[in-house]
Structures are given as C-alpha cells and as structure tokens.
C-alpha cells in the first residue's frame, strides 16, 4: 500500500517555491520549518501539538526552549531552530536608522521590530536628530518577565555619546497589553525632569506588548499631561 506521506516534503517545498509563503497556513509554515531539523519524522503532526498547546504560530516562536522540547520528537536542535526565527528576523529589516519617529506607523513598525521575540522586560533609549530620524537604539537594562528599572543617568549617557538632543525611551510588557500603567506614567515624567534641564527632549515614551499591541505616549496623549 502505497505511503501517503510519500514526497509530501516534496511536495511542500515546490508548492512554496511556486507560490510563496501566502499559500501557507499557520501549521504548514511550522511543518515545513520543522524539515530542516526534525529528519523522517511526520512533522505535520510536531506542528499541530506546538500550535494546540501555544496557540498561535508566533506564540510556538517565542515559546522558550524548554517548553518547547516537551513536544514529542521535537529535539534541543528543532527548538533551537524556532528559537532562531524572530532573531533573524528582528536582525533582518536593518533600514529602520532610516525610519522617521514622527510618522506613527513606523514608529510602531521599528519598536515592534527591537522587541521581537523579548522573553523579558527591558528598556531601550533611541537617539534621534533633530528631524526624527533614528541615530541609534540601545538596551540600556533588562530585568525579569515583569519590571525593568533604568537609571536616568543610563538616558542621558546615552543621549550625549550620540550628540542627540531627542531622545525616546521605550520598553515592553512581554505578558500584559501595551497600554502605560502608572508607575510608567510616573517614571516617564521623572525621566522628562531629569533630562530638560540638560537640553534633551523626551520625545515619547513607547511601550510595547508580547502580543503585537503598541502604545505611544506621546501620540495616546500622555506626554502633554506630564507636567500637570
């Protein structure tokens, strides 16, 4: 009796060569993945068990690797591989120092980008000239899955070594939505006393989820409410 399964990587690989990526549903963009690192084993099925238990395929991506290898044939080497995705994509879309941080969508396009695949909350400051466009973004702490606590001293290093006299600061919330909570707001507005005095404007606070959501401070309206 002829094996069903026979050629079906096959056949995958000419159907993505031939149609691209669109074609794909979630379980099959896993499944193929999965090729690469999990050899003669019905990998349709690895992908199933990774989407039932983690939900989406963006989930199974950021999932950490110990989880992920609680999955049955799926080794240290195919978790490792998933592992590996949203790195190299977050490494990929290197034009964003061209991306102006005045223009809303790609302010949100460039943070969701640093923040891809984040397991942990950490805090980055981007410098900015003086027409919005980004000269650097750089971690300046991390802590654990729900608090990071920067230094304003860290800010205005970083500002300084770069010649920016704008600055935004921005940091994720890997498990909870975007929106600022109020020990954001209040370590927004500490950060924006510190850093006037020293000629360098805060212009915006960013804050990003584990579920794709982003918040701008300043377009949400709270930056105008700071000194109040």
Same mark, same amino acid.
């Given at each position: 009796?002829?094996?069903?399964?026979?050629?079906?990587?096959?056949?995958?690989?000419?159907?993505?060569?031939?149609?691209? /990526?669109?074609?794909?549903?979630?379980?099959?963009?896993?499944?193929?993945? !999965?090729?690469?690192?999990?050899?003669?084993?019905?990998?349709?099925? +690895?992908?199933?068990?990774?989407?039932?238990?983690?939900?989406?395929?963006?989930?199974?991506?950021?999932?950490?690797?110990?989880?992920?290898?609680?999955?049955?044939?799926?080794?240290?080497?195919?978790?490792?591989?998933?592992?590996? +995705?949203?790195?190299?994509?977050?490494?990929?879309?290197?034009?964003?120092?061209?991306?102006?941080?005045?223009?809303?969508?790609?302010?949100?396009?460039?943070?969701?980008?640093?923040?891809?695949?984040?397991?942990?909350?950490?805090?980055?400051?981007?410098?900015? %000239?003086?027409?919005?466009?980004? /000269?650097?973004?750089?971690?300046?702490?991390?802590?654990?899955?729900?608090?990071?606590?920067?230094?304003?001293?860290?800010?205005?290093?970083?500002?300084?070594?770069?010649?920016?006299?704008?600055?935004? /600061?921005?940091?994720?919330?890997?498990?909870?939505?975007?929106?600022?909570?109020?020990?954001?707001? %209040?370590?927004?507005?500490?950060?924006?006393?510190?850093?006037?005095?020293?000629?360098? %404007?805060?212009?915006?606070?960013? +804050?990003?989820?584990?579920?794709?959501?982003?918040?701008?401070?300043?377009?949400?309206?709270?930056?105008? +409410? !700071?000194?109040?």
């Amino acid at each position: 009796m002829k094996n069903l399964h026979e050629g079906h990587r096959e056949r995958m690989r000419k159907k993505f060569l031939k149609t691209g /990526i669109e074609a794909f549903t979630e379980h099959e963009v896993l499944e193929m993945l !999965l090729f690469y690192a999990v050899p003669r084993v019905n990998t349709n099925e +690895i992908a199933h068990e990774l989407l039932n238990r983690f939900g989406s395929l963006g989930s199974v991506l950021n999932a950490p690797v110990e989880a992920l290898t609680e999955t049955k044939h799926l080794s240290e080497n195919g978790a490792t591989l998933l592992k590996l +995705i949203p790195l190299i994509l977050k490494l990929y879309p290197r034009e964003p120092k061209s991306a102006c941080m005045d223009n809303y969508d790609e302010l949100k396009s460039y943070f969701k980008n640093e923040f891809l695949g984040a397991r942990n909350e950490q805090f980055k400051v981007v410098c900015l %000239t003086q027409t919005f466009n980004v /000269i650097s973004c750089e971690l300046i702490c991390e802590g654990d899955v729900n608090v990071v606590k920067p230094e304003p001293l860290k800010i205005v290093e970083t500002a300084l070594k770069h010649n920016s006299r704008i600055v935004i /600061i921005s940091h994720n919330h890997p498990t909870a939505l975007s929106l600022p909570s109020d020990d954001d707001i %209040t370590t927004t507005r500490m950060f924006k006393r510190v850093l006037e005095p020293l000629g360098i %404007t805060l212009l915006d606070h960013v +804050i990003v989820s584990g579920f794709g959501d982003v918040t701008s401070m300043r377009q949400s309206g709270y930056m105008s +409410i !700071l000194d109040k």
